[in-house]
């Protein structure tokens, strides 16, 4: 009885190993020609270079085969049970969507409306604000939102930002190099005034520089403070504005904190491009995990952290800390052991392993090996090199960076400027279809805010402070272990959640800057 459409097999001959043999090769094989007489020998040569021989054969090899439950050049036997090739199947499609299932977004939408500036704010000339920005990339992209919000309350003009050489990584770029500079116009052309430089009428005028902005500054301190000095000088200079404006401000200003980080401050065309093909790069084989690794040096520096690598790593990072105490933000008067435990330290290597390992492990499972996962690993080279990143690698090894997805030449324009290189990584993370920071910092919080903004895409959030106690718990199995990890997990996947006091709203932008059919009914 013939074979069902549902139960057809092919036999796959490599077409290397078909050229490769030629009939002579095969008569050399197959027969001896001192048994052989020289007809017989000449009606075997015809026979074997007729085409239609090999074909029979290739079929009358691949139909023995089957009989006896053997198939060559095969890994899968047409023998093997179809029904469990549909099951396994079946289930692979399974986990694979529950992984990559995106969170609920309960229906929240951008919603930026707000009053324009006036024609009269729009159209003068007699006030500019300047600013000068520092720190690396995200700091920077913190400090422009500030500069837009404050120009907004002190009705003045905007010349672009001054971005102040990086002592840590000597990047001179501007701001064209990072952003694309006429759409930021263009998208605040309503807003505020953007300008390229001081005009001719101010450029002699001695800039008003103000160092004493408090922390968490209200619009009405910003006014009363600001303005005098700005009608009588015609332009105000402002450094080190990082977290100088509240995070608590009216709706109008909050809207346009959203619109300058989600929409004005769109990267480089080049910058852009080169993103997007590493992203598609990714995605060329399915879905992807991207993680944001802090594991540089001066990560561990400063955070009064140790890399956990070894005794001799460990040290060097102490001995850096007593060289250069300056450099420590975290709380001084807490030991190591202290700020781990408190969640105040990134996650090394090890860690972020077992945290994706519970994510990725059925997937895994299903797809019969342990190197199903791909994942984009964003961030600087990690203080160890290689080897602070073997326990991923070992589990994972689709694991990529920009330096391993990019062409040759095509990162060669940026590889000199670290804020160039962050962007591209910010690109990639922010298109991933799961992303996951080691580390909360600034990069994490812009692309985990952005990720909302763009529908609520999934987004892990570690919570290192409760689960860390359980990854030192040697007595856990691996089933309890797991339990655990999704438990305190279950609403940190990137599910809209409410900013609450204190908190910025480009990091939550629900309820100001993203409305639900209900919030919206509700307001009418």
Not at 6 to 21: D, G, R, T
Not at 52 to 64: A, Q, S
Not at 75 to 87: G, M, R, T
Request: with cysteine; glycine share 6%; charged share 25%.
């Amino acid at each position: 009885m013939g074979l069902s459409k549902k139960h057809q097999c092919y036999i796959a001959v490599p077409s290397h190993i078909i050229n490769s043999l030629s009939s002579s090769h095969l008569q050399n094989m197959l027969l001896s020609e001192k048994i052989i007489s020289p007809s017989l020998s000449l009606k075997l040569k015809l026979l074997l270079t007729n085409p239609r021989f090999w074909i029979f054969l290739v079929f009358l090899f691949g139909f023995v085969g089957m009989w006896l439950d053997f198939v060559p050049f095969s890994q899968n036997p047409c023998s093997i049970s179809h029904e469990l090739f549909s099951v396994n199947e079946k289930s692979i499609v399974n986990e694979k969507s529950e992984f990559w299932k995106q969170p609920d977004g309960l229906g929240y939408r951008p919603c930026l409306d707000f009053s324009k500036a006036s024609k009269e704010i729009l159209n003068d000339k007699t006030r500019y604000l300047m600013v000068v920005v520092s720190g690396g990339m995200n700091q920077q992209r913190n400090q422009i939102v500030d500069a837009v919000v404050i120009a907004r309350i002190l009705e003045a003009a905007l010349v672009v930002p001054i971005f102040q050489v990086n002592p840590i990584w000597a990047d001179e770029s501007e701001f064209s190099d990072i952003f694309d500079l006429d759409h930021f116009k263009n998208v605040l052309g309503n807003d505020v005034r953007i300008v390229s430089s001081l005009p001719s009428t101010h450029v002699m005028t001695r800039p008003v520089e103000e160092k004493r902005t408090p922390l968490h500054a209200s619009p009405e301190w910003i006014r009363s403070h600001y303005t005098r000095k700005l009608r009588r000088d015609g332009v105000l200079l402002l450094r080190g504005l990082d977290s100088r404006v509240s995070k608590d401000l009216p709706s109008n200003l909050q809207k346009l904190r959203c619109k300058v980080a989600f929409h004005a401050l769109r990267f480089n065309p080049s910058i852009l491009e080169l993103g997007n093909k590493l992203t598609e790069r990714m995605r060329s084989k399915g879905p992807f995990l991207a993680l944001h690794l802090r594991m540089e040096k001066d990560v561990w520096v400063r955070t009064g952290c140790l890399p956990g690598l070894s005794h001799e790593y460990d040290e060097m990072i102490n001995n850096e800390r007593k060289r250069r105490p300056d450099l420590l933000t975290s709380r001084s008067n807490m030991t190591y052991h202290e700020r781990k435990l408190a969640g105040l330290c990134p996650l090394n290597a090890l860690e972020v392993t077992r945290q994706v390992l519970y994510f990725l492990r059925k997937l895994i499972k299903a797809l019969g090996a342990p190197n199903g996962a791909r994942i984009y690993w964003a961030g600087g080279i990690p203080f160890g090199g290689k080897e602070a990143l073997r326990p991923l690698t070992k589990e994972f090894p689709h694991f990529y960076n920009k330096e391993d997805l990019a062409l040759p030449g095509e990162l060669e324009p940026f590889s000199k400027k670290a804020s160039l290189m962050a962007a591209i990584d910010y690109i990639v993370c922010e298109n991933s279809d799961v992303f996951m920071p080691s580390h909360g910092g600034n990069m994490g919080h812009a692309i985990q805010g952005h990720r909302a903004y763009a529908g609520h895409k999934k987004t892990i959030t570690p919570n290192k402070r409760q689960m860390l106690p359980h990854f030192l718990n040697s007595y856990l199995s691996e089933s309890e272990f797991n339990k655990i990890i999704l438990d305190l997990h279950k609403d940190s996947l990137g599910q809209p959640e409410l900013r609450k006091t204190g908190r910025d709203v480009t990091k939550y932008p629900v309820p100001e800057c993203m409305c639900s059919s209900t919030t919206i009914h509700s307001s009418m």
